[in-house]
């Protein structure tokens, strides 16, 4: 795989995944950043993977933006094969093995959706490991927030205690962490379809 400069844009970040009631809420600050110097504030780190996929993206934006597209494209192909529809797990695997065999990528990914088999967040870290679970934090502002999360989350959260919840899991991060910033982009996403949310952080 072509390399890129880890070095130029990063999107810093706070990505947050947690299953509710009746599905998924996916959130992430909106900044990203050269250094100390602030080059967007309102960039989208949500990419839809599928109607019903998304991977939430932290490391390098160049990164993480080849990845995303290597996926999709992929995705597509393996649909069009198999004629149906793929699941969570196929493209957080795909993702997975893109950044286990490419070291030099900066990437910290949660793939997260709806699939015939139900509702899936899987975390991607730095090196490569998958891990499944209810709710998953990662970037650089989620140790600021661990402590809030594991004390607040609750399965089977209704659809406003959740937005709640990842909105002010974001918000703390952005006050804390210093590559974290802008405002909380927020989906809900259900087996009808998805739901985007803006959230501006004074």
């Known amino acids: 795989m072509e390399s890129y400069n880890n070095e130029e844009l990063s999107t810093g970040t706070t990505i947050i995944a947690i299953k509710t009631k009746d599905g998924i809420i996916i959130g992430a600050d909106t900044r990203v950043s050269s250094g100390s110097y602030v080059s967007n504030k309102l960039i989208d780190k949500l990419s839809e993977i599928t109607d019903r996929i998304f991977c939430c993206r932290s490391g390098s934006l160049a990164d993480t933006q080849i990845i995303v597209r290597i996926v999709k494209n992929k995705l597509l192909e393996y649909e069009s094969i198999d004629e149906q529809p793929v699941t969570v797990k196929r493209a957080a695997n795909l993702s997975r093995s893109i950044v286990y065999n490419n070291p030099s990528l900066l990437a910290g990914l949660i793939f997260a959706g709806y699939d015939l088999t139900g509702f899936h967040i899987y975390s991607i870290n730095l090196g490569g490991a998958l891990v499944e679970s209810e709710w998953t934090i990662a970037g650089s502002g989620s140790p600021y927030i661990y402590g809030y999360c594991d004390a607040n989350f609750q399965s089977n959260m209704e659809l406003k205690e959740g937005l709640d919840f990842v909105k002010n899991a974001v918000t703390f991060a952005i ?28």
């Not at 804390?176 to 379809?193: F, L, P, Q, W, Y």
């Open 175 to 202: 006050k804390r962490d210093n590559h974290s910033g802008g405002c909380v982009r927020m989906a809900h996403i259900t087996k009808e379809g998805v739901q985007r949310y803006f959230v501006p952080v004074n």
